[in-house]
């Protein structure tokens, strides 16, 4: 059965310091990569997706893909307080209708 | 606030009773997912739909869960016979196109079996 691995499953950064989140599939079929950011008590929110290998850069967020060994990260720069939340990395393969959802890594903040 | 309207936002029910939450997609979205998201954070897929029909569904579903998309009604997911460890967030997404599209969720439904 697919799975999708995210560590660390919690992280402390100080505000202004980099976040760096890590995910990786063991479904050598999936194609699609999403990165999903979820507040306390809030619906998931897409951040990123990416399919291609490399890089993708959106403001403070960037995220790599390495397909050759299914795996993704994200990294936010200068963190702010606000970015403290669950962080959600979801795949699927070609054709496939449904995501398979990481249990997530949650982010804190601290000033 | 969320394009996915979900009601109620929580729920409260006794074991053995039915649950029924519903939601309506973002305008556009033909397509419809249920998911349950537990304490641990776990993300567990349902069932979708595209336009009224289902695409996929698990056994969980197919035995206590019981969901619909009707046309020009909201969808709704119904446990017929709720138990404790159903106890969880019940999220309702919904995408432009079928498969690899981004999604939208909503708000969630958290029930509560007690």
């Known amino acids: 059965q697919q799975k999708v691995q995210q560590s660390p499953e919690s992280l402390i950064v100080p505000e202004g310091g980099m976040a760096s989140l890590n995910c990786t599939s063991s479904?050598?079929?999936?194609?699609y990569f999403w990165w999903y950011r979820q507040h306390s008590g809030k619906s998931p929110k897409m951040l990123m997706?990416?399919?291609?290998?490399g890089e993708k850069e959106e403001g403070r967020f960037t995220v790599h893909l390495n397909k050759a060994s299914l795996h993704t990260s994200l990294h936010i720069r200068d963190s702010q307080p606000s970015d403290s939340a669950l962080y959600l990395c979801?795949?699927?393969?070609?054709?496939?209708?449904?995501?398979?959802f990481g249990a997530g890594t949650r982010l804190k903040v601290i000033a | 606030n969320s394009k996915v309207i979900q009601t109620p936002r929580y729920l409260v029910k006794g074991q053995g009773q039915k649950a029924k939450m519903r939601c309506i997609p973002e305008?556009?979205?033909?397509?419809v997912f249920w998911y349950q998201q537990n304490k641990n954070n776990e993300f567990k897929f349902l069932i979708n739909?595209?336009?009224?029909?289902?695409?996929?569904q698990i056994d969980m579903t197919e035995k206590r869960f019981s969901a619909e998309c009707p046309s020009n009604s909201p969808c709704s997911l119904e446990i017929q016979s709720s138990e404790a460890g159903d106890s969880a967030l019940y999220l309702c997404?919904?995408?432009?196109?079928?498969?690899?599209?981004?999604?939208?969720f909503g708000s969630g439904t958290r029930l509560l079996v007690i």
């Open positions: 997404a919904s995408s432009p196109q079928g498969a690899n599209s981004d999604y939208t």
């Open positions: 479904d050598r079929n999936v194609d």
């Open positions: 997706s990416i399919f291609s290998n």
């Open positions: 979801a795949a699927s393969g070609a054709g496939n209708y449904k995501y398979v």
């Open positions: 305008k556009g979205h033909p397509v």
């Open positions: 739909f595209q336009n009224q029909e289902v695409l996929q």
